[in-house]
Protein backbone atom coordinates (compact mmCIF):
# COMPACT_ATOMS: atom_id res chain seq x y z
CA UNK A 1 0.00 0.00 0.00
CA UNK A 2 2.69 2.65 0.62
CA UNK A 3 4.67 1.67 -2.15
CA UNK A 4 1.28 2.61 -4.11
CA UNK A 5 0.32 6.06 -1.84
CA UNK A 6 2.02 8.82 -3.79
CA UNK A 7 0.57 6.64 -7.59
CA UNK A 8 -3.36 7.27 -6.16
CA UNK A 9 -4.30 9.72 -8.36
CA UNK A 10 -3.23 8.54 -11.23
CA UNK A 11 -4.23 4.81 -10.17
CA UNK A 12 -7.80 6.67 -9.74
CA UNK A 13 -8.43 6.81 -13.23
CA UNK A 14 -6.52 3.71 -14.38
CA UNK A 15 -8.05 0.53 -12.24
CA UNK A 16 -11.10 1.43 -13.91
CA UNK A 17 -9.93 2.07 -17.07
CA UNK A 18 -7.90 -0.85 -16.88
CA UNK A 19 -10.75 -3.32 -15.68
CA UNK A 20 -12.68 -1.94 -18.31
CA UNK A 21 -10.59 -4.02 -20.91
CA UNK A 22 -10.83 -7.07 -18.70
CA UNK A 23 -14.90 -7.32 -18.31
CA UNK A 24 -15.27 -7.33 -22.33
CA UNK A 25 -13.89 -10.74 -21.88
CA UNK A 26 -15.76 -12.28 -18.94
CA UNK A 27 -19.11 -14.13 -20.85
CA UNK A 28 -20.18 -16.34 -17.87
CA UNK A 29 -23.26 -14.76 -15.60
CA UNK A 30 -22.35 -12.67 -13.15
CA UNK A 31 -19.13 -12.74 -13.83
CA UNK A 32 -18.46 -8.84 -15.84
CA UNK A 33 -21.00 -7.24 -12.92
CA UNK A 34 -18.82 -8.21 -10.37
CA UNK A 35 -14.95 -7.25 -11.79
CA UNK A 36 -17.19 -4.20 -12.06
CA UNK A 37 -18.34 -3.72 -9.20
CA UNK A 38 -15.52 -4.70 -7.80
CA UNK A 39 -13.11 -1.94 -9.51
CA UNK A 40 -15.71 0.64 -8.76
CA UNK A 41 -15.08 -0.64 -4.93
CA UNK A 42 -11.08 0.08 -5.53
CA UNK A 43 -11.87 3.47 -7.17
CA UNK A 44 -14.35 4.68 -4.31
CA UNK A 45 -11.44 3.36 -1.72
CA UNK A 46 -8.68 5.13 -3.87
CA UNK A 47 -11.40 8.36 -3.74
CA UNK A 48 -11.52 7.88 0.01
CA UNK A 49 -7.90 7.64 0.75
CA UNK A 50 -7.30 10.64 -1.35
CA UNK A 51 -9.69 12.27 0.35
CA UNK A 52 -8.49 11.78 3.87
CA UNK A 53 -4.67 12.69 2.14
CA UNK A 54 -5.99 16.00 1.19
CA UNK A 55 -7.85 16.87 4.85
CA UNK A 56 -4.70 16.24 6.52
CA UNK A 57 -1.83 17.62 4.08
CA UNK A 58 -3.39 19.70 1.54
CA UNK A 59 -3.57 19.18 -2.24
CA UNK A 60 -1.50 16.37 -3.92
CA UNK A 61 -0.21 16.73 -7.02
CA UNK A 62 1.04 13.51 -9.33
CA UNK A 63 3.70 14.07 -12.11
CA UNK A 64 3.16 11.97 -15.41
CA UNK A 65 6.53 9.84 -15.88
CA UNK A 66 8.28 12.47 -13.57
CA UNK A 67 8.17 15.25 -16.22
CA UNK A 68 7.79 18.68 -14.40
CA UNK A 69 4.59 20.45 -14.58
CA UNK A 70 4.25 22.55 -17.05
CA UNK A 71 6.00 20.47 -20.00
CA UNK A 72 4.82 16.83 -18.79
CA UNK A 73 1.08 16.22 -17.83
CA UNK A 74 -0.10 17.05 -14.19
CA UNK A 75 -2.90 15.38 -11.76
CA UNK A 76 -3.83 17.55 -8.95
CA UNK A 77 -6.63 16.75 -6.57
CA UNK A 78 -7.57 19.59 -3.82
CA UNK A 79 -10.73 19.99 -1.99
CA UNK A 80 -12.72 20.57 -4.57
CA UNK A 81 -11.53 17.00 -6.62
CA UNK A 82 -11.67 15.26 -3.76
CA UNK A 83 -15.27 16.03 -3.09
CA UNK A 84 -16.10 15.03 -6.94
CA UNK A 85 -13.88 11.84 -6.46
CA UNK A 86 -16.21 11.07 -3.46
CA UNK A 87 -19.69 11.76 -5.48
CA UNK A 88 -18.53 10.12 -8.61
CA UNK A 89 -16.78 6.77 -7.49
CA UNK A 90 -19.65 6.62 -4.30
CA UNK A 91 -22.25 7.08 -6.75
CA UNK A 92 -20.98 3.76 -9.52
CA UNK A 93 -20.45 1.98 -6.37
CA UNK A 94 -23.61 2.39 -4.73
CA UNK A 95 -25.66 2.13 -8.04
CA UNK A 96 -23.63 -1.21 -8.69
CA UNK A 97 -24.37 -3.02 -5.73
CA UNK A 98 -28.15 -1.91 -6.06
CA UNK A 99 -28.51 -2.70 -9.85
CA UNK A 100 -27.57 -6.56 -10.34
CA UNK A 101 -31.36 -7.56 -10.41
CA UNK A 102 -32.29 -4.47 -12.39
CA UNK A 103 -29.18 -4.41 -14.98
CA UNK A 104 -29.89 -8.49 -15.20
CA UNK A 105 -33.71 -7.48 -15.74
CA UNK A 106 -33.48 -4.33 -18.37
CA UNK A 107 -29.74 -5.81 -20.64
CA UNK A 108 -29.66 -8.85 -22.20
CA UNK A 109 -27.26 -10.98 -20.76
CA UNK A 110 -24.73 -11.57 -23.83
CA UNK A 111 -24.45 -7.54 -24.21
CA UNK A 112 -23.59 -6.95 -20.24
CA UNK A 113 -20.22 -7.31 -20.94
CA UNK A 114 -19.86 -4.73 -23.16
CA UNK A 115 -22.07 -2.59 -20.78
CA UNK A 116 -20.18 -2.77 -18.09
CA UNK A 117 -16.97 -1.97 -20.03
CA UNK A 118 -18.82 1.26 -20.77
CA UNK A 119 -19.42 1.61 -17.19
CA UNK A 120 -16.66 1.69 -16.11
CA UNK A 121 -15.10 3.79 -19.35
CA UNK A 122 -17.74 6.74 -18.30
CA UNK A 123 -16.18 5.89 -14.62
CA UNK A 124 -12.81 6.72 -15.74
CA UNK A 125 -13.32 9.53 -17.38
CA UNK A 126 -15.48 11.13 -15.14
CA UNK A 127 -12.56 10.71 -12.48
CA UNK A 128 -10.06 11.62 -14.94
CA UNK A 129 -11.94 15.31 -15.38
CA UNK A 130 -11.72 15.77 -12.13
CA UNK A 131 -7.84 14.70 -11.30
CA UNK A 132 -6.31 15.99 -14.33
CA UNK A 133 -4.85 19.44 -14.18
CA UNK A 134 -4.24 20.69 -17.47
CA UNK A 135 -7.12 21.21 -20.20
CA UNK A 136 -6.50 19.44 -23.00
CA UNK A 137 -6.47 16.25 -20.83
CA UNK A 138 -9.96 17.17 -18.93
CA UNK A 139 -11.45 17.67 -22.75
CA UNK A 140 -10.11 14.07 -24.20
CA UNK A 141 -11.69 12.63 -20.18
CA UNK A 142 -15.12 14.41 -21.21
CA UNK A 143 -15.32 12.83 -24.67
CA UNK A 144 -14.31 9.36 -23.15
CA UNK A 145 -17.19 9.60 -20.50
CA UNK A 146 -19.76 11.32 -22.77
CA UNK A 147 -19.21 8.59 -25.35
CA UNK A 148 -19.54 5.84 -22.73
CA UNK A 149 -22.56 7.52 -21.24
CA UNK A 150 -24.03 7.55 -24.14
CA UNK A 151 -23.54 3.71 -24.88
CA UNK A 152 -25.26 3.73 -21.25
CA UNK A 153 -28.05 5.31 -21.98
CA UNK A 154 -28.84 3.46 -25.14
CA UNK A 155 -28.38 0.28 -23.27
CA UNK A 156 -31.50 -0.23 -22.33
CA UNK A 157 -35.21 -1.86 -23.96
CA UNK A 158 -36.68 1.22 -24.51
CA UNK A 159 -36.36 2.34 -27.73
CA UNK A 160 -36.90 6.05 -26.96
CA UNK A 161 -33.98 6.12 -25.88
CA UNK A 162 -32.36 5.90 -29.08
CA UNK A 163 -33.33 9.40 -30.45
CA UNK A 164 -32.81 10.99 -26.58
CA UNK A 165 -28.86 9.66 -26.83
CA UNK A 166 -28.70 10.72 -30.11
CA UNK A 167 -29.54 14.46 -29.12
CA UNK A 168 -27.41 13.85 -26.00
CA UNK A 169 -24.69 13.09 -28.66
CA UNK A 170 -25.20 16.13 -30.96
CA UNK A 171 -25.06 18.31 -27.85
CA UNK A 172 -22.41 17.05 -25.96
CA UNK A 173 -20.62 16.93 -28.81
CA UNK A 174 -20.94 20.42 -29.77
CA UNK A 175 -20.34 21.73 -25.91
CA UNK A 176 -16.95 19.28 -25.99
CA UNK A 177 -16.09 21.31 -29.30
CA UNK A 178 -16.96 24.68 -27.88
CA UNK A 179 -14.46 24.21 -24.99
CA UNK A 180 -12.16 23.09 -27.50
CA UNK A 181 -12.19 25.86 -29.07
CA UNK A 182 -11.68 28.05 -26.17
CA UNK A 183 -9.17 26.19 -24.88
CA UNK A 184 -7.50 26.82 -28.40
CA UNK A 185 -7.58 30.17 -27.94
CA UNK A 186 -6.22 29.87 -24.78
CA UNK A 187 -3.43 27.87 -25.91
CA UNK A 188 -2.92 30.29 -28.99
CA UNK A 189 -2.39 33.35 -26.59
CA UNK A 190 -0.35 31.77 -23.64
CA UNK A 191 1.06 28.84 -24.96
CA UNK A 192 -0.12 26.59 -22.43
CA UNK A 193 -2.11 24.25 -21.03
CA UNK A 194 -1.56 23.51 -17.55
CA UNK A 195 -4.15 25.12 -15.60
CA UNK A 196 -1.88 26.18 -13.00
CA UNK A 197 0.68 27.89 -15.65
CA UNK A 198 -1.87 29.27 -17.55
CA UNK A 199 -3.77 31.16 -14.58
CA UNK A 200 -0.17 32.97 -13.94
CA UNK A 201 0.38 33.35 -18.42
CA UNK A 202 -2.98 34.57 -18.85
CA UNK A 203 -2.62 38.31 -16.79
CA UNK A 204 -0.52 39.61 -19.54
CA UNK A 205 -2.92 38.98 -22.04
CA UNK A 206 -6.32 39.05 -19.71
CA UNK A 207 -7.46 42.24 -22.09
CA UNK A 208 -7.05 40.73 -25.14
CA UNK A 209 -9.95 39.88 -27.38
CA UNK A 210 -9.31 36.06 -28.04
CA UNK A 211 -8.65 35.61 -24.10
CA UNK A 212 -12.75 36.84 -23.93
CA UNK A 213 -13.43 35.37 -26.75
CA UNK A 214 -12.13 32.01 -25.04
CA UNK A 215 -13.93 32.95 -21.96
CA UNK A 216 -17.43 32.77 -24.05
CA UNK A 217 -16.56 29.75 -25.39
CA UNK A 218 -15.68 27.43 -22.64
CA UNK A 219 -18.20 28.87 -20.37
CA UNK A 220 -21.43 28.08 -23.14
CA UNK A 221 -19.75 25.01 -24.06
CA UNK A 222 -19.76 23.34 -20.39
CA UNK A 223 -22.79 25.33 -19.74
CA UNK A 224 -24.72 23.02 -22.13
CA UNK A 225 -22.28 20.15 -21.08
CA UNK A 226 -23.76 20.89 -17.19
CA UNK A 227 -27.10 20.87 -18.68
CA UNK A 228 -27.48 24.55 -17.29
CA UNK A 229 -31.14 26.47 -18.34
CA UNK A 230 -31.94 26.97 -21.38
CA UNK A 231 -29.22 24.48 -22.43
CA UNK A 232 -30.94 21.56 -20.67
CA UNK A 233 -32.87 20.19 -23.48
CA UNK A 234 -31.30 17.08 -23.86
CA UNK A 235 -31.12 16.26 -20.09
CA UNK A 236 -35.07 14.97 -19.19
CA UNK A 237 -35.52 12.17 -22.65
CA UNK A 238 -31.89 10.78 -21.80
CA UNK A 239 -32.76 10.84 -18.11
CA UNK A 240 -36.02 9.41 -18.45
CA UNK A 241 -35.46 6.41 -20.76
CA UNK A 242 -31.83 5.24 -19.77
CA UNK A 243 -32.02 2.25 -17.88
CA UNK A 244 -33.10 2.83 -14.11
CA UNK A 245 -28.98 2.40 -13.05
CA UNK A 246 -27.89 4.03 -15.74
CA UNK A 247 -30.16 7.29 -14.18
CA UNK A 248 -29.02 7.07 -10.94
CA UNK A 249 -25.03 6.93 -11.62
CA UNK A 250 -25.71 9.53 -14.62
CA UNK A 251 -28.21 11.91 -12.44
CA UNK A 252 -25.55 11.50 -9.77
CA UNK A 253 -23.00 12.93 -11.20
CA UNK A 254 -22.33 13.27 -14.44
CA UNK A 255 -23.52 16.65 -15.21
CA UNK A 256 -21.99 18.15 -12.13
CA UNK A 257 -18.64 17.02 -13.28
CA UNK A 258 -19.17 19.02 -16.12
CA UNK A 259 -20.30 22.23 -13.58
CA UNK A 260 -16.83 21.33 -11.67
CA UNK A 261 -15.10 22.07 -14.77
CA UNK A 262 -17.23 25.30 -15.22
CA UNK A 263 -15.80 26.65 -12.12
CA UNK A 264 -12.39 25.34 -12.24
CA UNK A 265 -12.18 27.73 -14.91
CA UNK A 266 -14.54 30.26 -14.31
CA UNK A 267 -12.86 30.64 -11.09
CA UNK A 268 -9.59 29.28 -10.88
CA UNK A 269 -8.31 30.64 -14.06
CA UNK A 270 -10.24 33.77 -15.26
CA UNK A 271 -11.46 35.31 -12.03
CA UNK A 272 -9.29 37.34 -11.01
CA UNK A 273 -7.45 37.96 -14.47
CA UNK A 274 -10.10 39.02 -16.72
CA UNK A 275 -11.19 42.58 -16.02
CA UNK A 276 -14.79 42.35 -14.85
CA UNK A 277 -14.99 38.43 -15.05
CA UNK A 278 -16.96 38.57 -11.43
CA UNK A 279 -19.38 41.07 -12.85
CA UNK A 280 -20.13 39.87 -16.18
CA UNK A 281 -20.05 35.87 -14.79
CA UNK A 282 -23.21 36.98 -12.10
CA UNK A 283 -24.75 38.72 -14.50
CA UNK A 284 -25.51 36.18 -17.45
CA UNK A 285 -25.76 32.83 -15.18
CA UNK A 286 -27.45 34.51 -12.28
CA UNK A 287 -30.84 35.23 -13.93
CA UNK A 288 -30.21 31.25 -16.07
CA UNK A 289 -30.08 30.11 -12.37
CA UNK A 290 -33.08 31.63 -11.49
CA UNK A 291 -34.74 30.71 -14.43
CA UNK A 292 -33.53 27.41 -14.27
CA UNK A 293 -34.49 27.01 -10.97
CA UNK A 294 -38.31 28.36 -11.26
CA UNK A 295 -38.98 26.46 -14.63
CA UNK A 296 -37.38 23.20 -13.90
CA UNK A 297 -39.71 23.13 -10.65
CA UNK A 298 -42.70 24.53 -12.57
CA UNK A 299 -42.19 21.97 -15.38
CA UNK A 300 -42.00 19.15 -12.59
CA UNK A 301 -44.91 19.43 -10.74
CA UNK A 302 -46.93 18.85 -14.29
CA UNK A 303 -44.89 15.66 -15.38
CA UNK A 304 -46.86 12.28 -15.53
CA UNK A 305 -43.73 10.10 -15.29
CA UNK A 306 -42.02 9.73 -12.55
CA UNK A 307 -38.15 9.70 -14.20
CA UNK A 308 -39.13 12.65 -15.93
CA UNK A 309 -40.43 14.50 -13.15
CA UNK A 310 -37.06 14.16 -11.48
CA UNK A 311 -35.02 14.84 -14.38
CA UNK A 312 -36.86 18.33 -14.52
CA UNK A 313 -36.57 18.67 -10.32
CA UNK A 314 -32.55 18.13 -11.68
CA UNK A 315 -32.64 21.24 -13.65
CA UNK A 316 -33.78 22.64 -11.01
CA UNK A 317 -31.41 21.57 -8.51
CA UNK A 318 -28.53 22.50 -11.43
CA UNK A 319 -29.77 26.17 -11.33
CA UNK A 320 -29.51 25.70 -6.90
CA UNK A 321 -25.39 25.31 -8.04
CA UNK A 322 -25.29 27.83 -10.27
CA UNK A 323 -26.92 30.49 -7.77
CA UNK A 324 -24.72 30.04 -5.02
CA UNK A 325 -21.50 30.12 -8.04
CA UNK A 326 -23.33 33.17 -9.34
CA UNK A 327 -22.93 34.81 -6.63
CA UNK A 328 -19.27 34.72 -6.39
CA UNK A 329 -18.62 34.99 -2.91
CA UNK A 330 -17.21 32.75 -0.37
CA UNK A 331 -20.35 31.70 1.29
CA UNK A 332 -22.27 31.48 -2.23
CA UNK A 333 -19.48 29.51 -3.59
CA UNK A 334 -19.71 27.08 -0.67
CA UNK A 335 -23.44 26.68 -1.04
CA UNK A 336 -23.30 25.64 -4.49
CA UNK A 337 -20.28 23.13 -4.20
CA UNK A 338 -21.82 21.36 -1.06
CA UNK A 339 -25.25 21.30 -2.97
CA UNK A 340 -23.40 18.98 -5.60
CA UNK A 341 -22.98 16.58 -2.79
CA UNK A 342 -26.04 16.94 -0.57
CA UNK A 343 -28.27 16.48 -4.57
CA UNK A 344 -26.33 13.59 -5.12
CA UNK A 345 -27.82 12.48 -2.27
CA UNK A 346 -30.83 13.32 -2.35
CA UNK A 347 -31.38 12.22 -5.84
CA UNK A 348 -29.76 9.03 -6.16
CA UNK A 349 -31.56 7.96 -3.65
CA UNK A 350 -35.11 9.23 -5.33
CA UNK A 351 -34.00 7.26 -8.55
CA UNK A 352 -33.07 4.02 -6.33
CA UNK A 353 -36.26 4.30 -4.57
CA UNK A 354 -37.94 4.55 -8.05
CA UNK A 355 -36.07 2.06 -9.79
CA UNK A 356 -37.05 -0.68 -7.20
CA UNK A 357 -40.86 0.46 -8.14
CA UNK A 358 -40.20 -0.08 -11.74
CA UNK A 359 -38.94 -3.39 -10.78
CA UNK A 360 -42.85 -3.84 -10.17
CA UNK A 361 -44.74 -1.32 -11.80
CA UNK A 362 -46.54 -1.46 -15.22
CA UNK A 363 -44.66 1.58 -15.74
CA UNK A 364 -43.36 4.75 -14.64
CA UNK A 365 -46.31 6.78 -15.45
CA UNK A 366 -48.12 8.40 -12.33
CA UNK A 367 -51.27 6.32 -12.73
CA UNK A 368 -49.73 3.06 -13.03
CA UNK A 369 -48.37 3.63 -9.20
CA UNK A 370 -51.66 3.91 -7.99
CA UNK A 371 -51.32 2.45 -4.00
CA UNK A 372 -47.78 0.78 -4.70
CA UNK A 373 -46.54 1.95 -0.81
CA UNK A 374 -49.13 0.00 0.84
CA UNK A 375 -47.36 -2.91 -1.39
CA UNK A 376 -43.57 -1.63 -0.97
CA UNK A 377 -43.57 0.17 2.24
CA UNK A 378 -40.39 0.25 2.76
CA UNK A 379 -39.14 1.66 -0.66
CA UNK A 380 -41.78 4.31 0.13
CA UNK A 381 -40.32 4.91 3.36
CA UNK A 382 -36.61 5.40 1.59
CA UNK A 383 -38.25 7.70 -1.26
CA UNK A 384 -39.99 9.94 1.74
CA UNK A 385 -37.25 10.48 3.37
CA UNK A 386 -35.39 11.37 0.18
CA UNK A 387 -37.83 13.18 -1.02
CA UNK A 388 -37.79 15.21 2.25
CA UNK A 389 -34.39 16.22 1.31
CA UNK A 390 -34.76 17.11 -1.93
CA UNK A 391 -37.76 19.72 -0.59
CA UNK A 392 -34.92 20.65 2.16
CA UNK A 393 -36.37 19.85 5.97
CA UNK A 394 -34.60 20.51 8.50
CA UNK A 395 -32.71 17.39 9.69
CA UNK A 396 -31.66 16.66 6.22
CA UNK A 397 -29.15 17.15 3.80
CA UNK A 398 -30.80 19.25 1.57
CA UNK A 399 -31.06 21.63 4.07
CA UNK A 400 -27.98 21.76 4.71
CA UNK A 401 -27.53 23.57 1.42
CA UNK A 402 -30.56 25.51 1.37
CA UNK A 403 -29.58 26.96 4.42
CA UNK A 404 -25.93 27.75 3.54
CA UNK A 405 -27.62 29.07 -0.05
CA UNK A 406 -30.43 31.34 1.79
CA UNK A 407 -27.33 32.91 4.19
CA UNK A 408 -24.86 34.14 1.06
CA UNK A 409 -27.76 35.15 -0.73
CA UNK A 410 -28.89 37.36 2.36
CA UNK A 411 -24.85 38.94 2.67
CA UNK A 412 -26.20 40.57 -0.67
CA UNK A 413 -28.64 43.35 1.00
CA UNK A 414 -32.09 43.85 0.43
CA UNK A 415 -31.45 42.35 -3.28
CA UNK A 416 -30.66 39.21 -1.81
CA UNK A 417 -34.30 38.93 -0.19
CA UNK A 418 -35.51 38.28 -4.21
CA UNK A 419 -32.82 35.72 -3.96
CA UNK A 420 -34.36 34.08 -0.78
CA UNK A 421 -37.95 34.76 -2.08
CA UNK A 422 -37.56 32.67 -5.29
CA UNK A 423 -35.56 29.69 -3.29
CA UNK A 424 -38.43 29.46 -1.36
CA UNK A 425 -41.12 29.42 -3.85
CA UNK A 426 -38.85 26.74 -5.56
CA UNK A 427 -39.14 24.49 -2.17
CA UNK A 428 -42.72 24.83 -1.96
CA UNK A 429 -42.93 23.44 -5.93
CA UNK A 430 -40.47 20.82 -4.87
CA UNK A 431 -43.07 19.83 -1.65
CA UNK A 432 -46.02 20.07 -4.48
CA UNK A 433 -44.42 17.35 -6.68
CA UNK A 434 -42.60 15.11 -4.66
CA UNK A 435 -46.65 15.11 -2.64
CA UNK A 436 -48.03 14.48 -5.82
CA UNK A 437 -46.56 11.25 -6.00
CA UNK A 438 -46.63 10.38 -2.25
CA UNK A 439 -50.67 11.01 -2.51
CA UNK A 440 -50.22 9.01 -5.92
CA UNK A 441 -48.55 5.91 -4.23
CA UNK A 442 -49.96 6.17 -0.79
CA UNK A 443 -53.86 7.28 -1.26
CA UNK A 444 -54.17 6.23 -4.92
CA UNK A 445 -56.18 2.82 -5.87
CA UNK A 446 -54.39 0.25 -8.02
CA UNK A 447 -54.69 0.75 -11.40
CA UNK A 448 -54.95 -3.22 -12.40
CA UNK A 449 -54.31 -5.94 -9.72
CA UNK A 450 -51.36 -7.20 -11.83
CA UNK A 451 -49.83 -9.78 -9.52
CA UNK A 452 -46.20 -8.95 -9.53
CA UNK A 453 -43.93 -11.85 -11.46
CA UNK A 454 -40.43 -10.25 -9.58
CA UNK A 455 -40.34 -9.29 -6.14
CA UNK A 456 -37.40 -6.79 -5.67
CA UNK A 457 -34.15 -7.63 -4.45
CA UNK A 458 -33.75 -6.94 -0.80
CA UNK A 459 -30.57 -5.14 -1.80
CA UNK A 460 -31.94 -2.49 -4.05
CA UNK A 461 -33.97 -1.39 -1.02
CA UNK A 462 -31.46 -1.96 1.41
CA UNK A 463 -29.33 0.34 -0.73
CA UNK A 464 -31.97 2.56 -0.96
CA UNK A 465 -32.25 3.21 2.84
CA UNK A 466 -28.67 3.08 3.17
CA UNK A 467 -28.13 6.29 0.92
CA UNK A 468 -31.83 7.92 2.65
CA UNK A 469 -30.25 7.41 6.05
CA UNK A 470 -27.14 9.12 4.82
CA UNK A 471 -29.01 12.29 3.61
CA UNK A 472 -29.89 12.40 7.66
CA UNK A 473 -26.50 12.10 8.68
CA UNK A 474 -24.99 13.85 6.76
CA UNK A 475 -28.19 16.97 7.18
CA UNK A 476 -27.20 16.20 10.97
CA UNK A 477 -23.06 16.23 10.78
CA UNK A 478 -22.43 17.70 7.56
CA UNK A 479 -18.78 18.79 8.58
CA UNK A 480 -16.83 16.22 6.11
CA UNK A 481 -18.67 18.01 2.79
CA UNK A 482 -18.99 21.49 4.20
CA UNK A 483 -14.96 21.35 5.68
CA UNK A 484 -14.20 20.24 1.54
CA UNK A 485 -16.78 22.61 0.31
CA UNK A 486 -15.24 25.88 2.11
CA UNK A 487 -11.97 24.98 1.57
CA UNK A 488 -13.02 24.12 -2.17
CA UNK A 489 -14.47 28.01 -2.07
CA UNK A 490 -11.80 29.32 -0.37
CA UNK A 491 -9.09 28.13 -3.19
CA UNK A 492 -11.50 29.05 -6.09
CA UNK A 493 -12.11 32.73 -4.85
CA UNK A 494 -8.66 33.38 -3.39
CA UNK A 495 -8.28 36.29 -5.67
CA UNK A 496 -11.27 37.95 -4.49
CA UNK A 497 -10.27 41.06 -2.73
CA UNK B 1 -5.37 43.31 -46.47
CA UNK B 2 -5.54 42.76 -42.95
CA UNK B 3 -8.72 40.98 -43.51
CA UNK B 4 -7.66 38.66 -45.95
CA UNK B 5 -4.48 37.85 -44.22
CA UNK B 6 -5.92 36.37 -41.82
CA UNK B 7 -8.02 33.67 -44.10
CA UNK B 8 -7.65 31.06 -42.60
CA UNK B 9 -9.66 32.03 -39.62
CA UNK B 10 -12.20 32.98 -42.20
CA UNK B 11 -11.71 29.25 -43.33
CA UNK B 12 -12.52 28.07 -39.48
CA UNK B 13 -15.54 30.30 -38.88
CA UNK B 14 -17.03 29.86 -42.35
CA UNK B 15 -16.59 25.89 -41.83
CA UNK B 16 -17.93 26.03 -38.45
CA UNK B 17 -21.08 27.62 -39.05
CA UNK B 18 -21.43 25.56 -42.22
CA UNK B 19 -21.54 22.43 -39.71
CA UNK B 20 -23.56 24.40 -37.12
CA UNK B 21 -26.55 25.19 -39.32
CA UNK B 22 -26.27 21.62 -40.87
CA UNK B 23 -26.65 20.27 -37.29
CA UNK B 24 -29.75 22.59 -36.71
CA UNK B 25 -31.33 22.62 -39.43
CA UNK B 26 -31.18 19.09 -41.49
CA UNK B 27 -33.77 16.53 -40.41
CA UNK B 28 -32.00 13.63 -41.74
CA UNK B 29 -29.99 12.32 -38.59
CA UNK B 30 -27.47 11.19 -40.76
CA UNK B 31 -26.87 14.09 -42.49
CA UNK B 32 -26.81 16.10 -39.01
CA UNK B 33 -23.94 13.70 -38.36
CA UNK B 34 -21.91 15.21 -41.50
CA UNK B 35 -22.35 18.40 -40.05
CA UNK B 36 -21.22 17.48 -36.55
CA UNK B 37 -18.28 16.29 -38.11
CA UNK B 38 -17.57 19.60 -39.96
CA UNK B 39 -17.57 21.50 -37.19
CA UNK B 40 -15.58 19.55 -35.69
CA UNK B 41 -12.90 19.48 -38.67
CA UNK B 42 -13.25 23.44 -38.56
CA UNK B 43 -11.45 23.37 -34.65
CA UNK B 44 -9.10 20.94 -36.49
CA UNK B 45 -8.39 23.63 -38.76
CA UNK B 46 -8.02 26.03 -35.90
CA UNK B 47 -5.73 24.03 -34.06
CA UNK B 48 -3.20 23.56 -37.12
CA UNK B 49 -3.00 26.91 -38.28
CA UNK B 50 -2.14 28.46 -34.92
CA UNK B 51 0.91 26.19 -35.19
CA UNK B 52 2.30 27.35 -38.40
CA UNK B 53 5.53 29.42 -38.01
CA UNK B 54 6.19 31.16 -41.29
CA UNK B 55 9.06 29.46 -43.36
CA UNK B 56 8.68 26.98 -40.64
CA UNK B 57 9.60 23.20 -41.86
CA UNK B 58 8.04 20.15 -40.38
CA UNK B 59 9.57 19.54 -36.96
CA UNK B 60 12.30 17.54 -37.09
CA UNK B 61 15.45 18.15 -35.21
CA UNK B 62 18.97 18.19 -37.68
CA UNK B 63 21.77 19.91 -37.91
CA UNK B 64 21.20 20.90 -41.51
CA UNK B 65 17.80 22.92 -42.25
CA UNK B 66 16.76 26.08 -41.47
CA UNK B 67 16.10 25.67 -37.73
CA UNK B 68 12.73 26.74 -37.94
CA UNK B 69 9.84 24.35 -37.18
CA UNK B 70 6.31 24.42 -37.11
CA UNK B 71 4.70 24.05 -33.16
CA UNK B 72 4.26 20.43 -33.13
CA UNK B 73 2.27 20.72 -30.08
CA UNK B 74 -0.92 21.62 -31.71
CA UNK B 75 -0.64 18.99 -34.32
CA UNK B 76 -0.09 16.38 -31.90
CA UNK B 77 -3.34 17.74 -29.63
CA UNK B 78 -5.34 17.21 -33.15
CA UNK B 79 -4.43 14.09 -33.47
CA UNK B 80 -6.32 12.98 -30.26
CA UNK B 81 -9.15 15.30 -30.80
CA UNK B 82 -9.43 13.49 -33.90
CA UNK B 83 -9.79 10.02 -32.88
CA UNK B 84 -12.13 11.50 -30.52
CA UNK B 85 -13.90 12.89 -33.59
CA UNK B 86 -14.27 9.68 -35.48
CA UNK B 87 -15.19 7.82 -32.56
CA UNK B 88 -17.64 10.04 -32.40
CA UNK B 89 -19.22 9.20 -35.71
CA UNK B 90 -19.24 5.67 -35.27
CA UNK B 91 -21.19 5.92 -32.12
CA UNK B 92 -23.43 8.49 -33.67
CA UNK B 93 -23.46 6.24 -37.03
CA UNK B 94 -24.44 3.18 -34.94
CA UNK B 95 -27.03 4.87 -33.11
CA UNK B 96 -28.52 6.23 -36.57
CA UNK B 97 -28.39 2.11 -37.25
CA UNK B 98 -30.09 1.39 -34.25
CA UNK B 99 -32.86 4.28 -34.75
CA UNK B 100 -33.92 2.41 -38.52
CA UNK B 101 -33.73 -0.19 -37.10
CA UNK B 102 -36.54 0.11 -34.20
CA UNK B 103 -38.54 2.97 -36.19
CA UNK B 104 -38.18 2.16 -39.59
CA UNK B 105 -36.89 6.22 -40.44
CA UNK B 106 -34.00 8.58 -39.95
CA UNK B 107 -35.81 11.04 -40.48
CA UNK B 108 -36.05 13.64 -37.13
CA UNK B 109 -39.78 14.37 -37.78
CA UNK B 110 -41.07 11.16 -38.52
CA UNK B 111 -39.89 9.55 -35.58
CA UNK B 112 -41.29 12.00 -33.45
CA UNK B 113 -44.59 11.15 -34.98
CA UNK B 114 -43.94 7.94 -34.33
CA UNK B 115 -42.82 8.42 -30.42
CA UNK B 116 -45.89 10.97 -30.36
CA UNK B 117 -48.34 8.06 -31.13
Known sequence: MNALAPHLPALQVVVPMLVSAVVILLRPRGLAWMACTAASAMAFAIAIQLTHTVLASGPVTYLMGSWPAPYGIELRVDALSALMLLVVNGASVVTLIAGRQSLDLQIEENRQPYFFAAWLLALAGLAGIVVAADAFNIFVFMEISSLASYVLVAGGPDRRALPAVFKYLLMGTIGATFYLIGVGLIYMMTGTLNLADMEVLIQAVGDQRPILAAAGFITVGLALKAAIFPLHVWLPNAYTYAPHMVTVFLAACATKVSLYVLLRFDFFVFQGNLEGHAIQFAAYLMPLALLGILIGSAVAMFEKNVKRLLAFSSVAQIGYMMLGASLVTIAGLTAGIVHIFNHALAKGALFLAVASFATVAASLRLEDLGGIARRMPWTFGAFVIAGLSLIGIPGTAGFISKWYLITAAMQLGPGGLVLVAIILISSLMAVVYIWRIVEVMWFGEPANEATAPVTVSPLLVGVAWTVALANIYFGLSPDLPMTLASEAAAELLRHLP | ?117
Open chain 2, 1 to 117: MELLGLYHYWVFAILLMIGFYAVIAKLNLVKKLIGLSLFQSAVFLLYITMGKVELGTAPIFSDSGSGIFSNPLPQVLILTAIVVGISTTALGLGIVVRIKEEYGSIEEDEIQEIDRR
